[in-house]
């Protein structure tokens, strides 16, 4: 078996992880007013567990992004992509001022993570549905072949209407796969409508729990937190895990929050100023 | 050819730790030589192809070398976007094999005819399109397909069919046709399990005296430039033969490639299934009687061509 060399699981720096969340909204609202891109509001609702994964959990190198022993982060949420970019550029896969590149002409850096193109994407996805099959396999190439990484995929709450989400939670249970995480970011919205509303997903920590998964909900801001549980993986359950994180769609800027016109919407120069304000970067 | 695969397949797992068994919960038994030696390599995946292909990818992105197989329309349609987006698009080394091309499973019903999936899947970037003729050539696909860096798609008919070559082949080649029957008057390009007929058809030829060229044209995508160049070039009359629909099968990638090559054509004639369900009961050589392919109904239009 070829152990990763796990960092010690020190107790998480919630102070530092909240600012770094802070900065990484914070570039993520400059990328979408430069490019006038959509999902900024699904971008930042996931802002603080891709902290929490990036800057705490993940056993990663980005020196060494195709090392077979490194945990893998696959972003199923696709369409969130600026957040895993912003997140990726930050932590040194690829050139910070690529981040100007972001849905440019001729770029890497599409409005979805693209395949076998970009250091530190896992999966190209877009796609809904798509990212926790992939990520079975890749837990399962890990049991065949001795190698003890972990594998975290980031879902939204809209993404659980897909069928292929439920065949894949049926399958990682029937296989074990203890060393798979889903996170669901449960920011109650979906692109036109609220999810529950739209197809019902509640109670949606029961439903995983019912397909076998050892599921709890946790607040999916509370940076620290999500640090700690994603950390424990694999935790003893001997069952996958979901984590049903309640989140606030637009999360961190008080015009945002909640306000679904912000998943297609783009902000104006005046408000990237406010937004910044707000999240304490100004 | 199915039992050949799973044979095949049993020996390839002995000599490569990468390969891994996926099926959707179909072939009780057939895979017991693979399952008994590699048990943690086996996975009845259950019915839930989408989330099957997707594993598959997973597995294929990190260096293993999956096989996913299951019925035809299962295998393919109901997945499709899991075989472009996970695999094609991702470059990932899946080989997907299918079992019941065509309307070898007539008796089935339209539910499990698979007349469209040769069109589907060629049309994906980064895929190749294997229809073998016999059991000897989806035991060389699937030995060519793990040396592969890329998808590949298997069509196989079912179990039982007529052996055609007489010993493995050792020189198989992805995108090279293998010339079966040598011949001056008419060339028949021939794909998967449509093979045993066409050489019936050129055996009714022969008897009027008709000489038939009978290629094995096993690999749709890519095409074999020189195999179609030649045939083109030589022969007053080319058929592309094939238990599929016109639209978007062999027939239709061969005349897509006189269109781009701009090739002089004398006569040239497409057998296939139509732009319809095959609704009505019955056992596939019922089924082929009604649509026109079997050996003596082909060698019949072809005389006809020529005359």
């Given at each position: 078996?070829?152990?990763?060399?796990?960092?010690?699981?020190?107790?998480?720096?919630?102070?530092?992880?909240?600012?770094?969340?802070?900065?990484?909204?914070?570039?993520?609202?400059?990328?979408?007013?430069?490019?006038?891109?959509?999902?900024?509001?699904?971008?930042?609702?996931?802002?603080?567990?891709?902290?929490?994964?990036?800057?705490?959990?993940?056993?990663?190198?980005?020196?060494?992004?195709?090392?077979?022993?490194?945990?893998?982060?696959?972003?199923?949420?696709?369409?969130?992509?600026?957040?895993?970019?912003?997140?990726?550029?930050?932590?040194?896969?690829?050139?910070?001022?690529?981040?100007?590149?972001?849905?440019?002409?001729?770029?890497?850096?599409?409005?979805?993570?693209?395949?076998?193109?970009?250091?530190?994407?896992?999966?190209?996805?877009?796609?809904?549905?798509?990212?926790?099959?992939?990520?079975?396999?890749?837990?399962?190439?890990?049991?065949?072949?001795?190698?003890?990484?972990?594998?975290?995929?980031?879902?939204?709450?809209?993404?659980?209407?897909?069928?292929?989400?439920?065949?894949?939670?049926?399958?990682?249970?029937?296989?074990?796969?203890?060393?798979?995480?889903?996170?669901?970011?449960?920011?109650?919205?979906?692109?036109?409508?609220?999810?529950n509303e739209t197809l019902m997903l509640a109670p949606l920590r029961d439903k995983w729990a019912a397909f076998g998964w050892d599921a709890h909900e946790i607040d999916g801001h509370d940076v620290g937190a999500l640090a700690e549980a994603m950390q424990r993986i694999p935790n003893g359950s001997g069952k996958p895990v979901a984590l049903i994180a309640h989140t606030v769609k637009g999360k961190g800027v008080s015009f945002m929050e909640d306000d679904n016109n912000w998943h297609y919407r783009a902000p104006t120069a005046e408000e990237v100023v406010k937004a910044h304000k707000e999240l304490g970067l100004a | 050819m199915r039992n050949a695969f799973a044979d095949e397949l049993a020996k390839l797992g002995n000599e490569d730790a990468r390969v891994v068994m996926l099926s959707g919960d179909i072939g009780n038994r057939l895979f017991d030589k693979f399952k008994d030696k590699h048990p943690s390599r086996f996975f009845n995946c259950g019915v839930a192809e989408a989330n099957m292909m997707g594993v598959a990818a997973g597995m294929a992105m990190n260096g293993l070398r999956p096989v996913a197989y299951t019925i035809t329309p299962f295998v393919t349609t109901r997945c499709l976007e899991q075989i472009r987006t996970d695999v094609c698009y991702h470059e990932a080394p899946v080989t997907i094999v299918a079992v019941g091309a065509g309307l070898a499973y007539s008796g089935l019903g339209p539910t499990h005819h698979a007349c469209e999936d040769i069109s589907f899947l060629r049309s994906i970037p980064n895929m190749v399109v294997i229809c073998p003729g016999d059991a000897f050539e989806v035991r060389a696909a699937l030995r060519a397909s793990m040396q592969q860096d890329r998808p590949v798609y298997i069509r196989m008919g079912k179990k039982g069919e007529p052996v055609v070559h007489s010993a493995p082949i050792a020189d198989f080649k992805i995108g090279k046709a293998i010339t079966i029957a040598e011949g001056t008057d008419v060339c028949l390009l021939s794909t998967g399990n449509m093979l045993p007929e066409v050489i019936e058809a050129a055996h009714k030829l022969k008897e009027s005296g008709i000489s038939a060229k009978v290629v094995s044209f096993h690999t749709v995508k890519p095409l074999d430039d020189a195999c179609l160049k030649d045939a083109f070039a030589r022969f007053k009359?080319?058929?592309?033969?094939?238990?599929?629909?016109?639209?978007?099968?062999?027939?239709?990638?061969?005349?897509?490639?006189?269109?781009?090559?701009?090739?002089p054509v004398s006569k040239f004639l497409r057998f296939g299934t139509p732009d319809a369900f095959f609704k009505k009961s019955g056992e596939q050589e019922y089924a082929r009687e009604m649509l026109g392919l079997t050996g003596h109904q082909i060698a019949e239009k072809v005389r006809h061509a020529l005359a």
């Open positions: 078996m070829n152990v990763a060399v796990r960092k010690t699981a020190g107790q998480p720096d919630a102070g530092a992880l909240k600012l770094q969340a802070a900065r990484l909204r914070g570039k993520i609202i400059e990328m979408s007013h430069a490019a006038q891109a959509a999902h900024l509001a699904s971008s930042l609702s996931c802002a603080d567990v891709l902290t929490a994964a990036y800057w705490h959990v993940l056993n990663v190198d980005p020196k060494k992004p195709a090392d077979p022993l490194r945990d893998r982060f696959i972003l199923s949420k696709g369409h969130a992509a600026a957040a895993l970019y912003a997140t990726l550029a930050t932590k040194g896969y690829f050139p910070i001022e690529e981040l100007d590149t972001y849905c440019k002409d001729g770029g890497r850096l599409a409005e979805h993570p693209p395949a076998n193109l970009l250091p530190g994407v896992e999966a190209a996805t877009g796609s809904l549905g798509h990212g926790l099959p992939l990520g079975c396999g890749m837990a399962l190439s890990g049991r065949i072949k001795g190698e003890s990484f972990r594998v975290f995929a980031l879902l939204s709450d809209g993404e659980n209407n897909e069928g292929s989400v439920w065949e894949a939670a049926m399958f990682a249970a029937a296989q074990k796969l203890e060393n798979i995480c889903v996170i669901v970011d449960y920011n109650k919205w979906q692109a036109t409508a609220r999810s | 009359l080319v058929a592309t033969l094939e238990e599929h629909s016109l639209i978007g099968g062999f027939g239709a990638a061969v005349s897509e490639w006189l269109a781009d090559t701009q090739t």
